[in-house]
């Protein structure tokens, strides 16, 4: 079953921050994300397992709950290369990893 | 070091032609994938092998049809494809598959097909 990404798309100024979520009706075990630029490779970021975790490097970061069954990836002090379009993928017990319908960020000067 | 090569990059075709997509990795992965993505879309699951055997067919036409000749090489030969075939078709690996215990897959740069 398909995550639900939000929002679809935003527009933020060089410096800004954003916050992209993803949310699944049934229980995680895992959730990846990902960013592909235009006419590229979807690029790995980070992969967060359940138990609640946090994660980060640079100023992406990303949390996990378990609980709530959503994850929400956060970019601080945006920069023009972090456009792109950003996915979240979520793996369930027994099953492949599913595409969430993807968040269209673009960062202007 | 995580690439994953893809060849060719743009492929144009016509609906009686048959081509082969080809992705490489050398990366030591065991488990290799092909996705489709349209436009503004998502990537969208096509097939898995693991090991070097066929584990996942997403319930695809079989005017696609997968190869893995070896651990290394994935193949996707093409025939009698309709024009809502174009797409953008990414190749992945990852370390070893198993259902439920998804890891982390590292995608080449895909083979953007125009069908006519």
């Known amino acids: 079953q398909q995550p639900v990404q939000s929002p679809q798309a935003v527009i933020l100024r060089e410096g800004e921050d954003a916050v992209i979520n993803c949310s699944s009706s049934?229980?995680?075990?895992?959730v990846h994300w990902y960013r592909q630029k235009h006419g590229e490779a979807p690029v790995f970021l980070m992969i967060?397992?359940?138990?609640?975790e946090q994660k980060g490097h640079d100023k992406i970061s990303a949390s996990f709950n378990e609980k709530k069954q959503q994850s929400s990836l956060y970019l601080t002090a945006s920069q023009l290369s972090y456009s792109g379009t950003y996915f979240c993928?979520?793996?369930?017990?027994?099953?492949?990893?599913?595409f969430g319908g993807g968040t269209r960020l673009m960062v202007k000067p | 070091d995580t690439e994953v090569t893809q060849t060719p990059k743009h492929l144009v075709m016509g609906m009686t032609n048959k081509k082969s997509l080809k992705c490489e990795q050398h990366?030591?992965?065991?488990?290799m994938y092909w996705y489709k993505q349209k436009a503004k879309k998502p990537p969208e699951l096509m097939f898995v092998?693991?090991?070097?055997?066929?584990?996942i067919n997403e319930s695809v036409p079989s005017r696609f049809s997968p190869e893995c000749p070896n651990s290394s090489l994935l193949n996707l030969h093409l025939h009698a494809l309709q024009p809502e075939d174009s797409a953008l078709y990414l190749c992945?690996?990852?370390?070893?598959?198993?259902?439920?215990?998804?890891?982390?897959?590292?995608f080449g740069p895909g083979t953007r097909l125009l069908v006519l």
């Open positions: 092998y693991s090991y070097e055997k066929l584990s």
């Open positions: 990366m030591g992965h065991r488990a």
């Open positions: 049934k229980a995680l075990y895992s």
């Open positions: 993928g979520t793996v369930h017990a027994g099953n492949m990893l599913t």
């Open positions: 992945a690996s990852s370390q070893d598959f198993k259902r439920g215990v998804q890891e982390t897959q590292y």
């Open positions: 967060l397992l359940k138990g609640g």
